[in-house]
């Protein structure tokens, strides 16, 4: 049973860090890629960040590029989003999702092409 779980969230002030962890379990992390989108209250879910099976290939949202970094740690089947420079735009509930392809497709791709979600974790950036 492919299971995604996240965590890692919580308030931080704006400026502040976070790293999320998406915890894999049920396939084999090693050969899937794995996709981060947000979604804000009475927005569309948006994606975020993805990452290849093969660690070389990343992608991100404009929007998070240059702040955001995505890894994996396939030994402890986790992927993780690491945050900095958060602003209040990036307030949001974080998700973890995959497809269970190898590659991300060139780009994070849209929510509707993931067919596993985790339940979600909640940033909030605010002073």
Known sequence: QVQLVESGGGLVQPGG?????????????????????????????????????????????????GRFTISRDNAKNTVYLQMNSLQPDDTAVYYCATRLFRACGGSVGAARMYNYWGQGTQVTVSS
């Open 17 to 65: 860090s976070l790293r999320l962890s998406c915890a894999a379990s049920g396939f084999t992390l090693d050969d899937t890629a794995i996709g981060w989108f947000r979604q804000a209250p009475v927005k569309e879910r948006e994606g975020v960040s993805c990452i290849s099976s093969n660690n070389n290939n990343t992608y991100y949202a404009d929007s998070v590029k």
